[in-house]
């Protein structure tokens, strides 16, 4: 019998899950339904523990493929993201406030620029999106999660291996934080027949199920970011997506995203004969003051400061001047504490409307050592961010620009706009009003 730990008039998605086994290194079968107003969505599916760090916490994380009775794969559009069978269900369990990773990727979906393949395949996602969702396990309540897409070869829309063209599009993934995820050349070279290769993993093409691998294009990067002088400026344009790859360092410096310099890097390449690397951010837990365990993370630092490929950037190809304009432009705007503050409001609004605050601290505060009250969070996070912005203003040599004491609405996004009112500050998203610390706020008053 399911327990009601809460009752609020209005809820989260809820996913049911039904197994009787469950491992990090091996799907078994259950039962997945996802329950949203009045509609429900059944299905037989096979679930696996998922993570690395997150395996110790005692709130799983798990990774589901769908399928029909008859055992048949299925592509389900679940709560309007992509139509596919297999989703990510993360939990979250380091984060205080249960919204980092999902935040942080929601803005880089904003801001980003589009990857250097956009006009040729338009419905790519350089990114994940998500949903939060109430999840249940054989009718035990477990929380807050967050539904989501992966970041593979069908989100990037890499060009798909044959037979006939052979291997087209790569992807790589660097886990571990070690030289060459810094893109220094390791002094052994790939073999074909392995999925791995220092710290990075071959993702696609898919060893494991028969399809031929090439760690060409990543060791072609590496050498070419082992070049000086000219012969690095001269090429590196060739090789690189230089506009992502600025935005990527600097979501990283505004997360102080510690975990995400090197290792949790996606590493694509769109085709074969195209060999312009593409950065895809993942996992951004460790984000927004706080690091991969929950402690407190510093705001007085800068990231990449052992990275070869930044550092050969920076020396050859005025890398610090293109971060200069870049943050200038994203400060006035998607980097303001104003946005960042109206990104992070809802989903804190809609734990406090539907009670899973509550919910979420009486199932897990105290677990693994970390204690969190979700409403006080907030004020951390905002706290954090106006001291991280400051001090990347001085980092990149941006002086901000005084208030306008206008009523006056300056558009930030098609959803979003700020305004003052009786010398306060509006952030307005969609119909909904906020304060500067993210709470609502009634007819903008």
Known sequence: MAVCL??????????????TAL??????????????????????????????????????????????????????????????????????????????????????????????YYDKEPKLVNGYRGKMVEVYVNDSPQGIYCLMERVDR???????????????????????NVRSSAFYLPTTRPT?????YDSWEVKYPDLEDGEPITWQPLYHLLQVVQRTGANFSDSIAEHLDIPVFTDYVLL?????ARDNDRKNVNLSFYQAGAERALFTPWDLDHSWGRRYNSVEEEYDQ???????????????????DTLETRYAELRRTYFSIEHIDSLFAPYFELYARTGMDIVEAKLWS??????????????????????????????????????????????????????????KLIIQRGQTCYDIYGRIIENGQ
């Open 6 to 19: 809460i009752c609020h008039a209005e809820s989260l998605p809820r996913i049911d899950l039904r197994y």
């Open 23 to 116: 491992a990090s290194d091996v799907f078994h079968d259950g039962g997945f339904q996802l329950v949203q107003d009045n509609e429900t969505i059944a299905l037989q599916m096979q679930i696996r523990h998922r993570g690395a760090t997150s395996l110790s916490y005692d709130k799983p994380s798990y990774a589901v493929k769908l399928y029909d009775a008859s055992g048949i794969k299925v592509d389900t559009a679940l709560l309007g993201m992509r139509s596919d069978n297999y989703w990510i269900l993360d939990a979250m369990a380091i984060d205080k406030a249960r919204m980092r990773n999902r935040v942080a990727m929601d803005l880089w979906l904003e801001f980003s620029r589009k990857p250097w």
């Open 154 to 176: 069908k989100q990037l829309k890499l060009k798909k291996y044959s037979e006939t063209k052979g291997i087209q599009g790569t992807w790589y993934k660097a886990w571990d």
């Open 192 to 196: 074909e027949t392995s999925a791995k």
């Open 252 to 256: 990283c410096q505004l997360l102080s």
């Open 302 to 320: 800068i990231l990449f400061n052992n990275h070869q490929l930044y550092k050969r950037l920076n020396t050859y190809y005025h890398f610090q």
């Open 366 to 423: 105290g677990h693994n050592g970390i204690v969190f009250d979700i409403p006080s969070e907030q004020q951390y996070i905002h706290d954090w961010v106006v001291k991280r912005l400051a001090y990347l203003d001085g980092q990149y040599h941006y002086t901000p620009l005084p208030p306008t004491p206008t009523n006056e609405i300056t558009t930030i996004t098609a959803t979003t706009s700020k305004y003052q009112k009786d010398g």
